[in-house]
C-alpha cells in the first residue's frame, strides 16, 4: 500500500483526467472553441503542478512524522536533521531552552524543525522544481538527492527533472501572466500529468526505502503494485 500522500495525489488525478472528459460538452465550435480549449488545458497545468506540489508536501510531512513515531532515541535520527534542529535551538538566544532536550523533549525540538521548514516551504516554494523539492527531502529526512530515484526505462534522472522543470515554467507562465505565450495544447497536459505520476510513484517507493532502512519498520504497508 502507498503512502496517504500518494492516495490523495490520486484521488486528485482523478479530477485532473475529469477536465478533458468535459470537453465535447463546453468547448463548442469555431474560434471560440480554441478559446475555451485553451482556457481548459491552462487550468489543467495549473492543477498538475497544484497536486504535485500538495504531494511532495504531504508526502515529506508524512515520512518526517513516522520517523519521529518510530524512533525512541534521537541516536535514530539523521545527524544532518538532528544539526539543522539544534541550529534553530540555539539561534533562538535563550539558553534555558536547552532543558527543553530532557525526556523526549528532542522530539518536540524536531518538530518544531518540521514545522519551520514547512513554514519556509508554503513560503518561498512557488515553483515545485527539482532543485526545491531535492532541498526540502534533504532538510525534513536527510535524503541526500530525491531526483536520483527519478529514472526509468528511457528517461534518466537529469531529464526527468529537465522536464519537471520545464512543465513547472509553463504553469508560472500561465499562473503569473494569465497566459503561455505559446497555445497550450491538450498533450502538454497530458504530458505533464504522466510526468508527475511517474515521479509521484518513484518517489513514493524511495521514501518508503529509506523510513525503512532509517527505523527498521515499514511506514506504510507493501508498496506492490498500484
Known amino acids: 500500500m502507498p503512502s496517504q500522500a500518494y492516495l490523495h ?13 468535459i470537453y465535447a460538452e463546453v468547448v463548442g465550435s469555431g474560434k471560440s472553441k480554441l478559446r ?15 497536486c504535485w506540489e500538495s504531494y511532495v508536501e ?5 515520512s518526517f512524522d513516522f520517523m519521529i513515531e518510530n524512533s525512541d532515541s534521537p541516536d535514530l535520527i539523521p545527524n544532518k536533521v538532528k544539526v539543522i534542529a539544534s541550529k534553530e ?5 535563550d539558553e534555558r531552552r536547552v532543558w527543553e532536550l530532557a525526556g523526549t523533549g528532542w522530539k518536540k525540538i524536531l518538530l518544531e524543525h518540521r514545522e519551520l521548514t514547512r ?5 518561498d516554494f512557488n515553483t515545485p522544481k527539482s532543485r526545491q523539492v531535492s532541498e526540502l527531502f534533504s532538510t525534513m529526512l536527510d535524503v541526500p538527492n530525491i531526483t ?13 527533472c529537465k522536464r519537471l522543470d520545464d512543465f513547472i515554467t509553463i504553469r508560472g507562465n500561465i499562473a503569473h501572466r494569465t497566459k503561455h ?18 515521479l509521484v510513484e ?25
Open 58 to 62: 504531504d508526502v515529506a510531512t508524512e
Open 202 to 226: 518513484n518517489t513514493d517507493l524511495a521514501v518508503y526505502n529509506h523510513l525503512c532502512s532509517m527505523t527498521a519498520s515499514s511506514p506504510w504497508q507493501e508498496t506492490g503494485s498500484r
Open 9 to 21: 495525489f490520486a484521488e486528485n488525478k482523478k479530477d485532473i483526467e475529469m477536465i478533458w472528459h
Open 181 to 198: 505565450d505559446n497555445t497550450v495544447y491538450k498533450s502538454v497536459g497530458k504530458n505533464f500529468l504522466s510526468h508527475v505520476v511517474k
Open 89 to 93: 535551538l540555539h539561534d533562538a538566544k
Open 148 to 160: 536520483s530515484c527519478w529514472t526509468w526505462q528511457g528517461m534518466s534522472s537529469e531529464e526527468a
Open 119 to 123: 513554514a519556509g516551504w508554503l513560503k
Open 36 to 50: 475555451r480549449v485553451d482556457v481548459l488545458n491552462r487550468s489543467a497545468i495549473v492543477f498538475i503542478s497544484a
